[in-house]
């Protein structure tokens, strides 16, 4: 008897244990609130079957908030455009349009889109910090479980349902940039992540118009995080974007002309290449001069492996939107 009363304890503390709530990451200054496994694990199963199960809603209801990228390519589709409930989101110091579903029958047409793009093999996993950080850049409240990923081939859903009833709250999509076309070389880049992008050194996810100024718009890196981190440094990188910028700034503060720069860096070990490109009426005089500059100007290089990243530059211009 002892033996199998042992046995059954055991058995009893594992189940226990596969029960546990799957722990994540949570990034510095995010709020994140989890739900049990079990609450969890009957979302997933709810989404599961709406995906698969034809005029099958039990996961909506008539409220039902699109998140700005999403809404950003929702809102030319024919059979979206009638939904009333305009909403704005402030996002630092960004305006951004999204919806707000307040019928059923409208939330169900959300849906329904969002079925048409889920052609293949599809993920429902937990967010990751990235993720959570773009998330809650757009929202005013604390992040309550259950939120999932609905991560397909090109798209990847931000799906956050209340706890109370189980019903989709929310639903977003994470701007993910999986390539990226580089008009200094031609060449399209590609990667399993995203290609990150900075601005006033934070980095962001969109961009609106901002202002029409001269200065540093963004530094978009065309290397991965593994590749700076094992080759250059935050200091050595700071020390490049410092140097272009003073230059940038003494030569083209006056400028009456408009148009975008840019800068490519490609550090090796023994050897740094720069390079450029120009779009509209920018003043080439004044262009020629930068680049000589620029050219005399010892930067460091890369420990072992060659390393590339762009700073883009707007003269008498706005920001691109992406």
């Known amino acids: 008897m002892k033996l199998k009363f042992t046995t059954f304890l055991l058995s009893t503390i594992s189940f226990s244990f596969g029960q546990t709530t799957e722990k994540i990451i949570i990034p510095n200054g995010v709020v994140y609130n989890y739900a049990s496994h079990k609450i969890n694990e009957k979302v997933k199963k709810l989404i599961a079957e709406s995906i698969s199960q034809k005029d099958y809603y039990s996961i909506l209801d008539k409220s039902l908030i699109i998140g700005p ?11 979206l455009k009638g939904i ?12 951004v349009d999204g919806k707000m579903s307040q019928d059923l029958d409208d939330s169900k047409k959300i849906w329904n889109e969002v079925k048409k793009e889920i052609s293949g093999d599809y993920k429902i996993r937990k967010a990751n910090e990235d993720e959570l950080k773009y998330y809650w850049s757009t929202i005013s409240f604390d992040i309550e479980e259950p939120l999932f990923i609905l991560e ?4 990847n859903y931000i799906l956050n349902f209340l706890k109370t009833n189980m019903k989709l709250l929310w639903i977003d999509e994470f701007p993910i940039k999986k390539s990226y076309y580089n008009p200094i070389d031609n060449g399209t880049y590609k990667t399993d992540g995203s290609f990150k992008i900075y601005q006033s050194g934070n980095e962001v996810y969109m961009t609106d118009k901002g202002n029409k100024e001269t200065k540093l718009e963004k530094v978009i890196l065309l ?22 910028n003073k230059i940038f700034e003494e030569l083209f503060k006056n400028s009456d002309k408009s148009g975008k720069i840019i800068v490519q860096f490609e550090l090796g070990k023994n050897k740094n290449e ?7 009426d920018l003043d080439l005089e004044i262009m020629k001069t930068f680049e ?3 050219y005399l100007e010892k930067y460091p290089n890369s420990k072992k492996d060659t390393i590339k990243f762009q700073l883009v530059y707007k003269v008498n211009s706005y920001n691109d939107i992406n």
Not at 86 to 91: C, D, K, L, P, S
Not at 152 to 155: G, I, K, R, V, W
Not at 274 to 280: K, N, S, T, Y
């Open 69 to 79: 990228t999403l809404w950003n390519r929702f809102q030319n589709i024919e059979s």
């Open 223 to 244: 290397s991965s995080d593994i590749d700076l981190k094992n080759n250059s440094s935050v200091e050595d990188l700071s020390l490049i974007v410092d140097k272009t």
């Open 292 to 294: 000589e500059r620029l």
């Open 152 to 155: 397909t081939e090109h798209h």
């Open 274 to 280: 720069i390079q450029f490109a120009v779009r509209d």
């Open 84 to 95: 009333p409930g305009n909403v704005v989101f402030h996002i630092d110091d960004m305006k």
